[in-house]
């Protein structure tokens, strides 16, 4: 059954015969019951949602730069300079990566590109000039996303593309600045001296029907006390930490403790 506005249509096939005992008997009659699932109808039902009249790309110069993974990025004064801003004291910084979209249509997809906050470092005179240099920061196409059930995070890959890309372009008043915040008055009430580290190892390398978005790697039998992914050659892990691996097979995930090898 499918929703298209407030109209419930449904496709309902019966084969009227059936065999037991090896002597074949017509159905006479079938009951038929309906219930409507309204938490389910909804979420197939696109919400609305605002739109802008016009794209911020209608109008300017502009420069679209690639980023592959999240991090602090820097764009100096001189490099500004170079992408053909004759005014890089009046560089704006925009996107709006959200990661990947819905596979529903349920209306969330951001509309326009938004501001985002850099920090200027402009050194002792307080301007913007040769030498200076832009920081801020950029997500990358896939997420780290908490599950709040067990309260751990799932990797979220982006099916459909590596890159996302932000754009940058000239405004008077110059870039939104990233607001300082007033330190707390009272004394931390908690000092840690750790913290929680997640890496990941997945190559794409194996598709099962040669189609579709689910990419495997060949399995390899590895030592207990190799190096994971992001470590040094030759750094040895201090504590066991949990792994969490899919296995094709049974297409399920199972959680487990090990010194560094699944």
């Known amino acids: 059954m499918?929703?298209?506005?407030?109209?419930?249509?449904?496709?309902?096939?019966?084969?009227?015969?059936?065999?037991?005992?090896?002597?074949?008997?017509?159905?006479?009659?079938?009951?038929?019951?309906?219930t409507q699932d309204h938490a389910a109808s909804s979420v197939m039902v696109a919400s609305a949602q605002d739109h802008a009249a016009a794209s911020v790309l209608a109008t300017g110069q502009w420069v679209k730069i690639a980023v592959t993974?999240?991090?602090?990025?820097?764009?100096?004064?001189?490099?500004?300079?170079e992408m053909g801003f004759t005014a890089p004291a009046s560089v704006v910084l925009y996107g709006n990566n959200a990661g990947q979209l819905s596979f529903l249509n349920n209306g969330t997809a951001p509309d326009d590109l938004k501001k985002i906050a850099c920090r200027a470092e402009k050194?002792?005179?307080?301007?913007?000039?040769?030498?200076?240099y832009l920081l801020f920061?950029?997500?990358?196409?896939?997420?780290w996303m908490n599950d709040p059930g067990p309260g751990d995070y799932r990797f979220v890959r982006h099916h459909y593309s590596d890159t996302a890309w932000y754009f940058l372009t000239s405004q008077p008043g110059g870039a939104l600045l990233v607001q300082t915040e007033t330190p707390p008055a009272?004394?931390?009430s908690n000092l840690s001296s750790s913290t929680d580290l997640y890496m990941r190892h997945e190559r794409e390398e194996l598709n099962l029907i040669r189609s579709g978005r689910e990419?495997?790697?060949q399995l390899v039998r590895?030592?207990?006390?190799?190096?994971?992914?992001g470590l040094m050659p030759g750094s040895r892990i201090a504590s066991k930490f949990p792994i969490q691996d899919q296995a094709i097979r049974r297409r399920r995930s199972a959680r487990r403790s090990s010194n560094g090898c699944a």
């Open 123 to 132: 050194g002792t005179d307080g301007v913007f000039n040769e030498g200076d």
């Open 186 to 188: 009272a004394s931390p």
């Open 69 to 81: 993974e999240a991090g602090i990025y820097r764009l100096d004064y001189s490099r500004l300079k």
């Open 215 to 217: 990419w495997y790697q």
């Open 2 to 34: 499918m929703m298209m506005k407030s109209v419930a249509i449904g496709l309902l096939i019966l084969v009227p015969a059936l065999k037991a005992a090896a002597q074949d008997h017509a159905v006479a009659s079938v009951m038929v019951a309906s």
């Open 137 to 143: 920061y950029c997500d990358a196409t896939n997420r």
């Open 222 to 229: 590895c030592a207990q006390n190799s190096s994971g992914p």
